[in-house]
């Protein structure tokens, strides 16, 4: 009888050490996967990765959750309504900033290279292209980007170079850093102020035929705005006189040589590069090729990184930075357009002809949007 009591106690006792040596090893696996997948480093390694991939998933895989660094601030209404204005930084970007703040005890595996200013900007246009092309640009290993638009020439000037600076990804010698925020190119201070950091920056402008910048602009509007009057409304003054509305930002921002003449007065035309929107879309090799050579880059992004999607219709990347599967932009790049009359569309295209013929003339190139 107490044998038998031993013998259980002895059973109970093994079973017991079997049990805590199961919930040890359940402990050591759940820290290991939790370390695998980037939660027990602290916000530097955060911090890293959102300059590294951050949008790549947001930009390029639509099928994952959007997780911006900095989301849409809350727009300043114009009298259109069109949400399209600058605004105060938002909360989330405060947070942002903690979390570069905090980066100063950076790990030793993300102390390789240094942040620098960017060499290379992306400064315009609004929906001409601008996504597609950096995220293009960023196959190249020469090439490390911020993901994220970071509006410092414009709305976050007075945060200072240095915060800006930070949020720039490390790079190596040789490698060049690069940022694209599309509203630069119609931001009246963004010249001298990007001349402050560095005269010697490299511009590069995407354009594209302002008539359709114009309605793909509307359209993203739109679909923040269901509400919102229609294309013609807001583009004419008064639908019998037909007089073009140049106070909508969807029309102002598509007067290229305005914009340009601005530029120009802080930087010379070897500065800049013109690359097509829709020679992008045509021939994104091609294009690539001669941002590359702009860049001083060896021509690295070939047709062989690019496939024509059918169903999304538009060229999507084979092999997107930090990916081995094919990716296209997300569902707010390439979306339809809704239908404008025709005599308004007419209206535009005579309306900004002279302007284009100017930029022509300006920029030496004929983009053949007449
Ligand atoms: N490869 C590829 N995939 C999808 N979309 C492409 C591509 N290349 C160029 N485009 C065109 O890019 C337009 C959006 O321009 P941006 O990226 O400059 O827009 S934004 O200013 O950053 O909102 C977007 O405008 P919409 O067609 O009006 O959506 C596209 O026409």
Request: charged share 25%; hydrophobic share 35%.
């Given at each position: ?119 290379a900007i992306i400064i315009g246009v609004k929906k001409g292209g601008t996504?597609?092309l ?46 694209k925020t599309p509203s630069y190119f119609v931001?009246?201070?963004a010249p ?10 490299k511009l590069i402008v995407v354009v594209r035929?302002?008539?359709?910048r ?39 921002i598509g007067?290229y040589a305005?914009h340009l003449?601005n530029w120009l007065?802080?930087f010379?035309l070897?500065h800049f590069l013109f690359v097509s929107g829709?020679?992008l ?6 294009e690539?090729?001669r941002v590359?050579?702009f ?64 930029f022509?003339?300006m920029s030496?190139q004929?983009f053949?949007?007449?």
């Amino acid at each position: 009888m107490g044998c038998s009591g031993c013998r259980f106690r002895v059973n109970f006792g093994k079973a017991l050490s079997k049990v805590s040596v199961f919930f040890t090893m359940v402990l050591i696996f759940t820290y290991f996967f939790y370390c695998l997948t980037g939660f027990c480093d602290s916000a530097p390694r955060a911090a890293y990765r959102q300059q590294t991939s951050d949008l790549d998933y947001d930009i390029l895989d639509d099928l994952r959750p959007p997780r911006r660094l900095f989301p849409d601030a809350p727009f300043q209404r114009n009298r259109t309504g069109s949400a399209d204005a600058p605004a105060e930084p938002s909360q989330n970007t405060l947070d942002s900033e903690k979390e570069t703040a905090k980066s100063n005890g950076i790990p030793v595996s993300n102390t390789f290279g240094t942040k620098r200013f960017p060499q290379a900007i992306i400064i315009g246009v609004k929906k001409g292209g601008t996504r597609a092309l950096l995220e293009f640009l960023r196959i190249h290993p020469d090439v490390r980007a911020f993901g994220a638009e970071p509006h410092f020439f414009d709305r976050f000037y007075d945060k200072g170079l240095e915060w800006y600076r930070n949020l720039m990804p490390r790079t190596l010698d040789g490698q060049i850093t690069m940022e694209k925020t599309p509203s630069y190119f119609v931001t009246k201070e963004a010249p001298s102020r990007i001349c402050t950091m560095n005269c010697q920056t490299k511009l590069i402008v995407v354009v594209r035929d302002p008539v359709t910048r114009a309605v793909s602009d509307y359209t993203q509007t739109l679909s923040k705005n269901p509400g919102l009057p229609s294309f013609q409304s807001l583009a004419l003054k008064n639908s019998s006189t037909g007089l073009i509305d140049t106070t909508w930002s969807a029309v102002r921002i598509g007067l290229y040589a305005k914009h340009l003449e601005n530029w120009l007065q802080y930087f010379p035309l070897s500065h800049f590069l013109f690359v097509s929107g829709e020679r992008l879309v045509s021939d994104p090799a091609g294009e690539m090729g001669r941002v590359q050579d702009f860049l001083g880059l060896k021509r690295v992004v070939s047709d062989k990184h690019f496939y024509f999607n059918q169903t999304k219709g538009f060229p999507c990347l084979k092999k997107p930075e930090g990916s081995s599967r094919p990716r296209c932009l997300g569902k707010s790049k390439g979306r339809p357009h809704p239908q404008i009359p025709s005599e308004v569309l007419q209206r535009l295209r005579d309306f900004y002809r002279p302007f284009n013929h100017r930029f022509y003339q300006m920029s030496g190139q004929d983009f053949g949007w007449d």
